[in-house]
Protein backbone atom coordinates (compact mmCIF):
# COMPACT_ATOMS: atom_id res chain seq x y z
CA UNK A 1 0.00 0.00 0.00
CA UNK A 2 1.37 3.48 -0.61
CA UNK A 3 -0.93 6.18 0.19
CA UNK A 4 -0.51 9.90 1.06
CA UNK A 5 -2.93 12.83 2.49
CA UNK A 6 -2.96 16.27 4.87
CA UNK A 7 -1.92 15.11 8.52
CA UNK A 8 -4.98 17.75 9.26
CA UNK A 9 -7.26 15.15 7.59
CA UNK A 10 -5.97 12.21 8.48
CA UNK A 11 -6.06 13.47 12.21
CA UNK A 12 -9.58 13.71 11.62
CA UNK A 13 -10.02 10.35 10.64
CA UNK A 14 -7.83 8.61 13.63
CA UNK A 15 -9.88 10.79 16.42
CA UNK A 16 -13.33 9.61 14.84
CA UNK A 17 -12.81 5.77 14.88
CA UNK A 18 -10.63 6.06 17.96
CA UNK A 19 -14.08 6.65 20.00
CA UNK A 20 -14.75 2.79 19.18
CA UNK A 21 -11.22 1.69 20.16
CA UNK A 22 -11.64 -0.67 23.11
CA UNK A 23 -9.93 0.07 26.41
CA UNK A 24 -9.67 -3.74 27.07
CA UNK A 25 -10.03 -6.47 24.87
CA UNK A 26 -9.28 -10.19 24.65
CA UNK A 27 -8.48 -10.13 20.88
CA UNK A 28 -5.43 -7.98 20.13
CA UNK A 29 -6.86 -7.05 16.37
CA UNK A 30 -9.17 -5.15 18.12
CA UNK A 31 -6.33 -2.80 19.89
CA UNK A 32 -6.00 -1.61 16.10
CA UNK A 33 -6.94 0.88 13.35
CA UNK A 34 -7.63 -0.69 9.44
CA UNK A 35 -6.30 1.23 6.60
CA UNK A 36 -7.70 0.15 3.64
CA UNK A 37 -6.71 1.75 0.33
CA UNK A 38 -9.23 0.79 -2.70
CA UNK A 39 -11.21 2.17 -5.28
CA UNK A 40 -10.23 5.55 -4.57
CA UNK A 41 -10.86 5.72 -1.52
CA UNK A 42 -8.72 5.76 2.13
CA UNK A 43 -11.24 4.63 4.84
CA UNK A 44 -10.57 4.33 8.62
CA UNK A 45 -11.56 1.41 10.45
CA UNK A 46 -12.04 0.97 14.44
CA UNK A 47 -14.23 -1.85 16.43
CA UNK A 48 -14.81 -2.22 20.15
CA UNK A 49 -17.27 -5.46 18.96
CA UNK A 50 -20.41 -3.67 19.61
CA UNK A 51 -19.63 -0.46 18.20
CA UNK A 52 -17.91 -0.06 14.79
CA UNK A 53 -17.11 3.02 13.14
CA UNK A 54 -15.65 3.78 9.53
CA UNK A 55 -14.35 7.01 8.25
CA UNK A 56 -12.99 8.04 4.93
CA UNK A 57 -9.90 10.12 4.69
CA UNK A 58 -11.39 13.27 3.06
CA UNK A 59 -8.31 14.05 0.19
CA UNK A 60 -6.53 11.40 0.00
CA UNK A 61 -4.47 9.61 -2.80
CA UNK A 62 -4.06 6.05 -3.42
CA UNK A 63 -0.35 5.27 -5.43
CA UNK A 64 -0.78 1.29 -4.92
CA UNK A 65 -4.10 -0.07 -3.59
CA UNK A 66 -3.71 -2.25 0.01
CA UNK A 67 -4.32 -2.68 3.48
CA UNK A 68 -3.05 -2.84 7.22
CA UNK A 69 -3.57 -2.36 10.69
CA UNK A 70 -1.72 -0.65 12.43
CA UNK A 71 -1.40 -0.33 16.92
CA UNK A 72 -4.50 2.43 17.77
CA UNK A 73 -3.10 4.08 20.20
CA UNK A 74 0.57 4.37 18.50
CA UNK A 75 -0.77 5.51 15.37
CA UNK A 76 -3.02 8.01 16.70
CA UNK A 77 0.31 9.21 18.62
CA UNK A 78 1.90 9.35 15.92
CA UNK A 79 0.04 11.24 13.57
CA UNK A 80 -1.15 13.87 16.10
CA UNK A 81 2.40 14.84 16.22
CA UNK A 82 3.31 14.77 12.73
CA UNK A 83 3.95 17.99 11.07
CA UNK A 84 0.88 20.12 9.34
CA UNK A 85 1.95 18.74 6.27
CA UNK A 86 1.27 15.53 3.32
CA UNK A 87 1.30 12.54 4.95
CA UNK A 88 3.46 9.46 2.87
CA UNK A 89 2.59 6.33 4.07
CA UNK A 90 3.60 3.14 2.79
CA UNK A 91 3.40 -0.83 3.71
CA UNK A 92 5.50 -3.59 2.42
CA UNK A 93 4.16 -7.43 1.88
CA UNK A 94 5.22 -8.10 5.53
CA UNK A 95 3.17 -5.01 6.75
CA UNK A 96 6.04 -3.16 7.80
CA UNK A 97 5.01 0.45 7.61
CA UNK A 98 6.67 4.01 6.78
CA UNK A 99 5.07 6.58 7.60
CA UNK A 100 7.12 10.12 6.78
CA UNK A 101 5.79 13.76 6.51
CA UNK A 102 8.59 16.46 6.05
CA UNK A 103 11.59 15.72 7.89
CA UNK A 104 10.09 13.18 10.03
CA UNK A 105 10.10 9.59 9.28
CA UNK A 106 8.49 6.21 11.44
CA UNK A 107 9.10 3.12 10.92
CA UNK A 108 6.48 0.65 12.66
CA UNK A 109 5.54 -2.74 12.63
CA UNK A 110 1.81 -3.52 11.69
CA UNK A 111 -0.56 -6.32 11.15
CA UNK A 112 -2.50 -8.26 8.66
CA UNK A 113 -6.01 -6.72 8.36
CA UNK A 114 -7.09 -10.33 7.75
CA UNK A 115 -8.45 -10.80 10.99
CA UNK A 116 -9.85 -7.78 11.52
CA UNK A 117 -13.85 -8.04 12.32
CA UNK A 118 -15.81 -6.74 9.36
CA UNK A 119 -18.81 -4.35 9.97
CA UNK A 120 -21.39 -5.41 7.52
CA UNK A 121 -23.69 -2.81 7.68
CA UNK A 122 -26.93 -4.54 6.23
CA UNK A 123 -28.84 -1.11 5.05
CA UNK A 124 -32.10 -2.98 3.96
CA UNK A 125 -34.71 -0.55 4.70
CA UNK A 126 -35.57 2.78 3.67
CA UNK A 127 -33.41 5.31 6.24
CA UNK A 128 -34.69 7.43 9.32
CA UNK A 129 -33.42 10.69 8.35
CA UNK A 130 -32.99 13.55 10.78
CA UNK A 131 -30.32 16.39 11.69
CA UNK A 132 -27.46 15.64 13.20
CA UNK A 133 -27.82 18.56 16.02
CA UNK A 134 -31.84 16.80 17.07
CA UNK A 135 -30.27 12.95 17.43
CA UNK A 136 -27.18 14.72 19.31
CA UNK A 137 -29.47 16.41 21.66
CA UNK A 138 -31.97 13.08 22.42
CA UNK A 139 -29.51 11.07 23.16
CA UNK A 140 -27.43 14.00 25.49
CA UNK A 141 -30.76 14.47 27.27
CA UNK A 142 -31.51 10.77 28.01
CA UNK A 143 -27.75 8.84 28.28
CA UNK A 144 -26.66 10.06 31.73
CA UNK A 145 -29.58 7.88 33.18
CA UNK A 146 -27.91 4.57 31.90
CA UNK A 147 -26.48 2.46 34.37
CA UNK A 148 -22.61 1.43 34.08
CA UNK A 149 -23.15 -1.46 36.20
CA UNK A 150 -22.94 -4.36 33.66
CA UNK A 151 -24.40 -6.84 35.84
CA UNK A 152 -28.23 -5.68 34.54
CA UNK A 153 -27.02 -5.23 30.98
CA UNK A 154 -31.02 -4.07 29.81
CA UNK A 155 -30.01 -1.10 32.29
CA UNK A 156 -26.77 -0.43 30.17
CA UNK A 157 -28.90 0.38 27.38
CA UNK A 158 -31.18 2.45 25.50
CA UNK A 159 -34.66 2.04 24.36
CA UNK A 160 -34.64 3.42 21.13
CA UNK A 161 -38.57 4.04 19.62
CA UNK A 162 -40.02 5.17 16.09
CA UNK A 163 -43.99 5.64 15.89
CA UNK A 164 -45.17 7.39 13.06
CA UNK A 165 -43.56 10.86 13.21
CA UNK A 166 -42.35 10.54 16.80
CA UNK A 167 -38.15 9.53 18.07
CA UNK A 168 -38.48 8.64 21.96
CA UNK A 169 -35.17 7.88 23.85
CA UNK A 170 -35.66 6.41 27.47
CA UNK A 171 -32.60 5.36 29.62
CA UNK A 172 -32.97 4.58 33.16
CA UNK A 173 -30.70 2.84 36.36
CA UNK A 174 -32.77 2.11 38.76
CA UNK A 175 -33.15 5.69 40.80
CA UNK A 176 -33.85 7.81 37.49
CA UNK A 177 -35.50 7.76 34.31
CA UNK A 178 -35.08 9.89 31.23
CA UNK A 179 -37.61 9.99 28.46
CA UNK A 180 -37.42 12.36 25.28
CA UNK A 181 -39.54 13.10 22.54
CA UNK A 182 -38.69 14.71 19.43
CA UNK A 183 -40.85 14.90 16.30
CA UNK A 184 -39.26 13.76 12.85
CA UNK A 185 -39.83 15.77 9.76
CA UNK A 186 -41.81 12.43 7.88
CA UNK A 187 -43.56 9.36 9.53
CA UNK A 188 -41.58 5.77 9.04
CA UNK A 189 -42.42 2.34 10.10
CA UNK A 190 -42.83 1.51 14.11
CA UNK A 191 -39.35 0.42 15.21
CA UNK A 192 -38.70 -0.60 19.15
CA UNK A 193 -34.57 -1.28 19.80
CA UNK A 194 -32.18 -1.57 22.67
CA UNK A 195 -28.83 0.02 22.01
CA UNK A 196 -25.85 0.23 24.36
CA UNK A 197 -25.65 3.55 26.20
CA UNK A 198 -22.12 3.91 26.20
CA UNK A 199 -21.78 3.52 22.53
CA UNK A 200 -24.47 6.35 22.16
CA UNK A 201 -22.27 8.46 24.11
CA UNK A 202 -19.48 7.61 21.64
CA UNK A 203 -21.34 8.39 18.77
CA UNK A 204 -22.86 12.09 20.47
CA UNK A 205 -19.20 13.23 20.46
CA UNK A 206 -19.21 12.68 16.64
CA UNK A 207 -22.63 14.29 15.43
CA UNK A 208 -22.81 17.55 14.29
CA UNK A 209 -24.32 20.31 16.16
CA UNK A 210 -24.88 22.39 13.06
CA UNK A 211 -28.84 21.84 12.25
CA UNK A 212 -28.24 21.55 8.05
CA UNK A 213 -25.87 18.62 9.13
CA UNK A 214 -28.33 15.38 8.38
CA UNK A 215 -28.16 11.43 9.47
CA UNK A 216 -29.15 8.40 8.09
CA UNK A 217 -30.37 5.97 10.22
CA UNK A 218 -31.02 2.12 9.33
CA UNK A 219 -32.29 -0.18 11.84
CA UNK A 220 -32.57 -4.29 11.42
CA UNK A 221 -32.90 -7.22 14.08
CA UNK A 222 -29.07 -6.78 15.07
CA UNK A 223 -28.13 -3.27 14.19
CA UNK A 224 -28.33 0.37 14.29
CA UNK A 225 -26.66 1.95 11.37
CA UNK A 226 -26.17 5.72 11.29
CA UNK A 227 -25.08 6.98 8.25
CA UNK A 228 -23.35 10.62 7.77
CA UNK A 229 -20.99 12.48 4.88
CA UNK A 230 -17.97 10.69 5.93
CA UNK A 231 -18.74 8.64 8.11
CA UNK A 232 -20.45 5.70 8.90
CA UNK A 233 -20.79 4.01 12.54
CA UNK A 234 -22.68 0.47 13.57
CA UNK A 235 -23.84 -0.41 16.58
CA UNK A 236 -24.85 -3.92 17.75
CA UNK A 237 -28.59 -3.78 19.82
CA UNK A 238 -29.16 -5.68 22.99
CA UNK A 239 -31.35 -8.50 22.88
CA UNK A 240 -34.73 -8.51 24.93
CA UNK A 241 -37.80 -7.15 26.08
CA UNK A 242 -36.89 -3.90 27.73
CA UNK A 243 -38.38 -2.80 31.23
CA UNK A 244 -42.09 -1.64 31.36
CA UNK A 245 -41.50 1.88 32.55
CA UNK A 246 -44.31 3.69 31.91
CA UNK A 247 -46.08 1.38 34.56
CA UNK A 248 -43.86 3.96 36.97
CA UNK A 249 -45.00 7.14 35.77
CA UNK A 250 -48.11 8.12 37.15
CA UNK A 251 -50.04 11.02 36.99
CA UNK A 252 -51.34 11.75 40.32
CA UNK A 253 -49.60 14.12 42.39
CA UNK A 254 -50.33 16.27 45.74
CA UNK A 255 -48.01 19.16 44.78
CA UNK A 256 -47.14 21.25 41.57
CA UNK A 257 -44.40 23.93 41.49
CA UNK A 258 -42.25 26.14 39.13
CA UNK A 259 -38.99 26.86 39.58
CA UNK A 260 -36.16 28.47 38.03
CA UNK A 261 -33.89 25.71 36.54
CA UNK A 262 -30.78 27.65 36.44
CA UNK A 263 -31.39 28.88 40.37
CA UNK A 264 -32.10 25.52 41.27
CA UNK A 265 -28.74 23.84 40.05
CA UNK A 266 -26.77 26.39 41.61
CA UNK A 267 -28.95 26.27 44.62
CA UNK A 268 -28.06 22.35 44.52
CA UNK A 269 -24.68 22.51 43.98
CA UNK A 270 -24.53 24.90 46.49
CA UNK A 271 -26.08 22.56 49.31
CA UNK A 272 -23.33 20.13 48.25
CA UNK A 273 -20.12 21.55 48.84
CA UNK A 274 -19.73 20.81 52.65
CA UNK A 275 -19.98 16.83 51.38
CA UNK A 276 -17.48 15.09 50.56
CA UNK A 277 -17.23 12.97 47.30
CA UNK A 278 -18.12 9.19 48.12
CA UNK A 279 -20.52 10.48 50.81
CA UNK A 280 -24.17 9.75 50.14
CA UNK A 281 -25.95 12.39 51.79
CA UNK A 282 -29.11 14.18 50.43
CA UNK A 283 -30.36 17.64 49.48
CA UNK A 284 -33.12 18.17 51.23
CA UNK A 285 -35.81 19.66 49.68
CA UNK A 286 -38.73 21.70 52.04
CA UNK A 287 -41.48 22.79 50.29
CA UNK A 288 -44.30 26.04 51.40
CA UNK A 289 -46.46 28.07 50.03
CA UNK A 290 -44.38 30.55 47.67
CA UNK A 291 -40.57 28.95 48.51
CA UNK A 292 -38.63 25.76 48.54
CA UNK A 293 -35.60 25.58 51.13
CA UNK A 294 -32.28 23.37 50.21
CA UNK A 295 -30.58 22.28 53.36
CA UNK A 296 -27.33 19.88 52.79
CA UNK A 297 -25.80 18.62 56.33
CA UNK A 298 -22.72 16.74 56.49
CA UNK A 299 -19.84 16.41 59.36
CA UNK A 300 -18.42 19.60 58.51
CA UNK A 301 -21.38 21.70 58.49
CA UNK A 302 -24.84 22.74 56.70
CA UNK A 303 -26.19 25.11 54.65
CA UNK A 304 -29.69 26.21 53.70
CA UNK A 305 -31.20 28.30 51.20
CA UNK A 306 -34.12 29.34 49.65
CA UNK A 307 -35.91 29.87 46.20
CA UNK A 308 -38.72 31.27 45.29
CA UNK A 309 -41.33 29.41 43.39
CA UNK A 310 -45.03 29.21 42.32
CA UNK A 311 -46.74 26.13 44.41
CA UNK A 312 -50.17 24.44 43.82
CA UNK A 313 -51.06 21.72 46.42
CA UNK A 314 -49.63 20.25 49.39
CA UNK A 315 -46.68 21.27 51.47
CA UNK A 316 -43.89 18.82 50.69
CA UNK A 317 -40.39 17.86 52.28
CA UNK A 318 -38.27 15.37 50.03
CA UNK A 319 -34.96 13.98 49.70
CA UNK A 320 -32.91 13.56 46.71
CA UNK A 321 -29.73 12.39 45.34
CA UNK A 322 -28.29 15.90 44.56
CA UNK A 323 -26.26 14.54 41.55
CA UNK A 324 -29.55 12.76 39.70
CA UNK A 325 -31.12 15.93 40.45
CA UNK A 326 -28.55 18.01 38.98
CA UNK A 327 -28.14 16.07 35.80
CA UNK A 328 -31.46 15.90 35.23
CA UNK A 329 -32.19 19.45 35.41
CA UNK A 330 -28.81 20.26 33.33
CA UNK A 331 -30.81 17.83 30.24
CA UNK A 332 -33.74 20.34 30.08
CA UNK A 333 -33.29 23.61 28.44
CA UNK A 334 -36.14 25.34 29.85
CA UNK A 335 -35.88 28.71 32.12
CA UNK A 336 -38.31 27.25 34.43
CA UNK A 337 -39.17 23.72 34.78
CA UNK A 338 -41.93 21.99 36.77
CA UNK A 339 -41.78 19.37 39.14
CA UNK A 340 -44.60 17.16 40.44
CA UNK A 341 -44.21 15.68 43.56
CA UNK A 342 -46.97 13.17 45.42
CA UNK A 343 -44.88 12.42 49.02
CA UNK A 344 -41.60 12.24 50.41
CA UNK A 345 -41.61 8.41 49.38
CA UNK A 346 -42.67 8.43 46.20
CA UNK A 347 -41.03 9.65 42.94
CA UNK A 348 -40.40 13.11 41.93
CA UNK A 349 -41.57 14.39 38.11
CA UNK A 350 -40.04 16.80 35.85
CA UNK A 351 -41.83 17.86 32.87
CA UNK A 352 -43.82 19.84 30.62
CA UNK A 353 -47.02 20.06 29.27
CA UNK A 354 -46.69 18.22 26.08
CA UNK A 355 -44.50 15.99 27.77
CA UNK A 356 -41.73 15.71 25.13
CA UNK A 357 -39.39 15.51 28.00
CA UNK A 358 -40.20 13.74 31.83
CA UNK A 359 -37.39 12.74 34.12
CA UNK A 360 -38.29 10.61 36.96
CA UNK A 361 -36.13 11.16 39.97
CA UNK A 362 -36.38 8.50 42.78
CA UNK A 363 -36.21 10.21 46.56
CA UNK A 364 -34.00 8.78 49.45
CA UNK A 365 -34.50 8.97 52.64
CA UNK A 366 -33.56 11.90 54.75
CA UNK A 367 -34.32 11.49 58.23
CA UNK A 368 -31.17 10.56 60.01
CA UNK A 369 -29.41 13.37 58.55
CA UNK A 370 -31.82 16.07 59.53
Given at each position: ?K ?24 M ?26 E??V ?20 V ?14 E ?10 A ?43 D ?7 T ?29 D ?58 Y ?50 G ?15 E?A????G ?22 Y ?28
Amino acid sequence: MKISCSQAALLESVNVVSKAVPVKTTMPILECILLKAFNGQIILTASNMDLGIENIVRDGEIEEEGIVALDAKLFSDVVRNLPKSTVYLETDELYHTTIRCDKALYKVIGKSGQDFPALDPVKISDPIEMTQASLKDIIRQTSFSVSDNDANKMMTGMLAQIHGNMMKMVALDGHRISIRVIELKDSYPDYKVIVPGKQMTEINKILSSETDDMVQIYITSSQMIFDIEYTMMVIRLIDGEYFNYEQMIRNEFNTKLTVNRRELIESVNRATLLVKEGDKKPVIVSITDDQMELMGNSAVGSMNESLPIVKEGADQMIGFNPKFLVEALRAIDDEEITMYLYDAKSPCFIRNEAETYNYVVLPVNFNNVR
